[in-house]
């Protein structure tokens, strides 16, 4: 157990059983509490107390409902079963990269003549006067060696390990041990460079939504070992190369393209998502809605249309943030008053007590001051098609309804804390690198009037 | 005679309703509160006839949003500084040379997310993958917001408190 769990758990409050006896009677009050003949709650509580807290708990599931319409009002797949009110939308089960290192035969390994085992390893816990002592041979099992090279092993602890024995985030570190002149392993907790992230993990701390960073799983790996004085050029004898290199900045790892007929327009999206065209008046004009394996729909593409100004009418100004951007190299209409570079922007409104957002192209800001009240996820584009999108939705605006925001592809989240969460997401990522990969070629006049 | 949706929601009750109520008497400072709002969980349960019994995760999802209903914002923070500074009062300093006293300040310290998280892992002992289920997220993001939330810990607590070894 390292300390933080030990002080947590040490400063655990002294809770003894419930009164109540878990099971029949005090569950059967619930079963029948619509019955007045049963006193609920053990036979603590009176009859009329019973009354209110049923009524109570009707309105604590009334609520449960009304978040759960939430939730379904949005954009985002309902998992089930939902939690009673809570909005947070579920996050997609596309496969996150394997993270398994998969390094050179480990069977045999040796460096400087000792044999890369559990059983060679020297564990010293990170405590006042530590003490150092060897992988108890009950537990080596659960220790899996990755690779050695130049007196350095890399090991992890599985998960289940990580339970039997008291440790925490068995899934999280590799860990390292080094050569000591008494032929041992030693991983020294005191030490940084008694462990590294796991692959899995420089992939999500390399989270381009996050922090704006774009390296690679690899090259993030190399710089945690560089700054914990682990050689670099071992890396890939103690923890092989790692998944591939594209997964760790968040792109999909099976990609479909789609391009329109004319050409001009083209996109990738995850290959398990389903594209489906729609018939436009326009000659060459595209449109199109994208959706997930589950046919929800996460996108909507319109390029090409000449008429049509935005409209749209609204009073209320409201907060507005924007959780996320990033410029993407597009064609736009520089001439367009208050036109920015095109870019990709997820951007949320507080109204009503919710959080809405949606996440689009757009050339314009949402609103001075932190304020909006109507915000476009439009580009001003160039003359063979004045608007374009490629977006959750064409528009969000301050007060709408669940079921507006429904029919309008804006989500809607109980707080901004949700909003920011889906950011994280699988989903939310592949969406981004979707919409960010579209290219719009130049005029195409065979089309053009 | 019940039916086998009675049978199935009793075994629930049995199975986990000292945990909801523990998650429930960690944080609030009232014994018999932290059992009706367990119950109040339960009826919840109940009443939304779920097509498949709920887990440990979803239950304290659950019990999180009842115990929100009754503790708006900072009076649920405040419910839990009181709910720590009695513990660390009963429980007796003595033993402890003011350890438990030091985490319950970190720990008022952190911010609300952080704070859940390492309540949640070493409390309640979620495993990662019912952390994820309680969180709504995969179980590797919640492995990440665990790491995240050790992180500001170590980070707020005071260097003795993380070296200083106990006995």
């Given at each position: 157990?390292?300390?933080?769990?030990?002080?947590?758990?040490?400063?655990?409050?002294?809770?003894?059983?419930?009164?109540?006896?878990?099971?029949?009677?005090?569950?059967?009050?619930?079963?029948?509490?619509?019955?007045?003949?049963?006193?609920?709650?053990?036979?603590?509580?009176?009859?009329?107390?019973?009354?209110?807290?049923?009524?109570?708990?009707?309105?604590?599931?009334?609520?449960?409902?009304?978040?759960?319409?939430?939730?379904?009002?949005?954009?985002?797949?309902?998992?089930?079963?939902?939690?009673?009110?809570?909005?947070t939308p579920s996050v997609s089960a596309s496969p996150t990269p394997t993270a398994t290192p998969s390094p050179t035969q480990t069977a045999g390994l040796s460096t400087n003549g000792v044999a890369c085992t559990p059983a060679n390893i020297d564990l010293r816990r990170s405590t006042q006067e530590p003490v150092t002592e060897a992988i108890p041979a009950s537990q080596q099992k659960y220790y899996k060696v990755l690779g050695c090279a130049e007196g350095w092993l890399a090991y992890e602890l599985s998960a289940e390990g990580a339970q039997v024995i008291g440790g925490d985030g068995g899934d999280a570190w590799y860990n390292i041990a080094k050569l000591q002149d008494n032929k041992r392993f030693l991983t020294d907790f005191q030490q940084p460079w008694a462990s590294v992230s796991s692959w899995k993990f420089q992939a999500l701390n390399n989270d381009v939504s996050q922090n704006g960073q774009h390296l690679t799983v690899q090259q993030a790996m190399d710089q945690e070992f560089a700054q914990k004085g682990i050689p670099v050029e071992i890396r890939p004898q103690l923890l092989g190369d790692g998944p591939a290199a594209e997964s760790g900045t968040g792109s999909p790892q099976s990609l479909g393209a789609y391009t329109s007929p004319d050409g001009r327009v083209s996109f990738n999206y995850p290959a398990a998502w389903t594209v489906q065209t729609k018939e436009s008046s326009t000659p060459g004009a595209v449109n199109l809605a994208v959706k997930d394996a589950s046919g929800k729909k996460l996108a909507e593409l319109a390029f090409g249309t000449q008429g049509g100004g935005l409209g749209g009418s609204c009073g209320q100004y409201v907060p507005y943030t924007v959780l996320d951007y990033a410029e993407v190299p597009l064609p736009y209409n520089e001439a367009f008053e208050g036109?920015?570079?095109?870019?990709?922007?997820?951007?949320?409104?507080?109204?009503?007590?919710?959080?809405?957002?949606?996440?689009?192209?757009?050339?314009?800001?949402?609103?001075?001051?932190?304020?909006?009240?109507?915000?476009?996820?439009?580009?001003?584009?160039?003359?063979?098609?004045?608007?374009?999108?490629?977006?959750?939705?064409?528009?969000?605006?301050?007060?709408?309804?669940?079921?507006?925001?429904?029919?309008?592809?804006?989500?809607?989240?109980?707080?901004?804390?949700?909003?920011?969460?889906?950011?994280?997401?699988?989903?939310?990522?592949?969406?981004?690198?979707?919409?960010?990969?579209?290219?719009?070629?130049?005029?195409?006049?065979?089309?053009?009037? | 005679m019940l039916a086998a949706r009675e049978h199935e929601f009793i075994a629930l009750h049995s199975q986990h309703f000292t945990r909801v109520y523990h998650y429930i008497a960690y944080r609030i400072n009232d014994r018999a509160r932290a059992e009706e709002l367990a119950a109040d969980v339960f009826r919840i349960v109940w009443e939304k006839r779920l097509e498949e019994p709920p887990g440990i995760g979803w239950l304290i999802a659950t019990a999180r949003n009842v115990l929100g209903n009754e503790y708006k914002g900072r009076r649920r923070r405040e419910q839990l500084v009181e709910r720590l500074a009695e513990e660390a009062r009963t429980q007796g300093e003595a033993s402890d040379d003011g350890q438990r006293a030091a985490v319950a300040e970190v720990l008022t310290r952190l911010n609300d997310r952080d704070r859940e998280v390492l309540m949640l892992s070493y409390w309640d002992e979620l495993s990662t993958a019912e952390l994820a289920e309680s969180l709504d997220c995969t179980p590797s993001a919640a492995a990440v917001r665990l790491h995240r939330a050790r992180k500001a810990f170590a980070k707020a607590a005071p260097t003795h408190l993380m070296t200083e070894r106990k006995g």
């Open positions: 157990m390292d300390r933080i769990e030990q002080l947590m758990k040490d400063a655990k409050p002294r809770v003894g059983e419930p009164d109540t006896t878990p099971g029949t009677d005090s569950a059967r009050s619930i079963v029948f509490s619509t019955d007045p003949n049963v006193v609920s709650l053990a036979g603590r509580t009176p009859a009329r107390r019973t009354a209110l807290r049923a009524a109570a708990a009707g309105l604590a599931v009334a609520a449960a409902v009304a978040a759960a319409v939430v939730v379904g009002g949005s954009l985002v797949q309902q998992p089930a079963p939902d939690p009673a009110n809570t909005g036109v920015i570079t095109p870019r990709f922007a997820y951007r949320a409104m507080e109204s009503n007590g919710k959080v809405l957002a949606s996440y689009g192209l757009t050339s314009t800001v949402g609103g001075a001051d932190g304020k909006a009240c109507l915000i476009y996820n439009v580009v001003n584009g160039p003359e063979e098609s004045p608007i374009y999108m490629f977006a959750s939705g064409l528009q969000m605006t301050a007060g709408l309804s669940d079921a507006d925001a429904k029919a309008a592809g804006v989500l809607v989240f109980n707080t901004m804390d949700e909003a920011v969460a889906y950011r994280n997401s699988e989903e939310y990522k592949q969406v981004k690198a979707m919409i960010t990969s579209l290219k719009i070629q130049g005029r195409d006049y065979s089309v053009a009037k | -």
